[in-house]
């Protein structure tokens, strides 16, 4: 069973980096099949899909965050992590790091973390 | 990217069926996905490619598809199966998209 477990700060000042890390077990992060993804949740609203990755480093993000965000991968460590730059209070929510599966057509996400609270305030 | 559109809301009788649609241009072209979210918790797969079922999600949970509308379908709706339900797709250059998410209430 594949778990995710997102750590990092749980409070960022406006205009600074907001730094996660994800850390995958009981599965190998090194698999060419999947990919990782980051998506947040703003309290009482929906989701929104911020970026993926694979171990081969291709990526691709959401063409509105794109600018600000730069997501990596460490397969030493199992983890990948997302860096979200010059934050504003818009940018408060619960990140949440997904395996992002592949299909003929689209893709889903199958595993995900528990998520974690960023929160920006001076 | 393109937009997926839900109904806010949702309310049906325990026992009865719920559907839960979802609009989208791409939809035709590319697979619709269903999460079901409870307070407090992540999402969770509940239907994928238009009306797989993942296992360990029940029988009374599925999907359909027609033109640029998904549609998530509960049948025999249960007390716990209240929850916040999102659809997501993809554009062709990998995109994600998610629909505002709808919230079933069990009466």
């Known amino acids: 069973q594949v778990q995710l477990q997102e750590s990092g700060p749980g409070l960022v000042k406006p205009s600074q980096t907001v730094s996660l890390t994800c850390i995958v077990s009981?599965?190998?992060?090194?698999?060419?099949?999947?990919?990782w993804s980051w998506i947040r949740q703003p309290a009482g609203k929906g989701l929104e899909w911020i970026g993926r990755i694979n171990t081969s480093g291709s990526s691709n993000y959401n063409p509105s965050l794109k600018s600000r965000v730069t997501i990596s991968v460490d397969t030493s460590k199992s983890q990948f992590s997302l860096q979200l730059r010059s934050v504003t209070a818009a940018d408060t929510a619960v990140y949440y790091c997904a395996r992002d599966v592949p299909d003929s057509s689209g893709w889903h996400f199958d595993y995900w973390g528990q998520g974690a609270l960023v929160t920006v305030s001076s | 990217s393109y937009e997926l559109t839900q109904p806010p809301s949702v309310s049906v009788s325990p026992g009865q069926t719920a559907r839960i649609t979802c609009s989208g241009d791409?939809?035709?072209?590319?697979?619709g996905y269903w999460y079901q979210q409870k307070p407090g918790q992540a999402p969770v797969l509940v239907i994928y490619?238009?009306?797989e079922r993942p296992s360990g999600i029940p029988e009374r949970f599925s999907g359909s598809s027609s033109g640029t509308t998904v549609t998530l379908t509960i049948s025999g709706v249960q007390a716990e199966d209240e929850a916040d339900y999102y659809c997501q797709s993809a554009d062709s250059n990998g995109i994600v998209v998610f629909g505002g998410g709808t919230k079933l209430t069990v009466l």
């Open positions: 490619k238009d009306s």
């Open positions: 009981g599965g190998s992060i090194s698999s060419d099949f999947y990919f």
């Open positions: 791409a939809l035709p072209k590319e697979y």
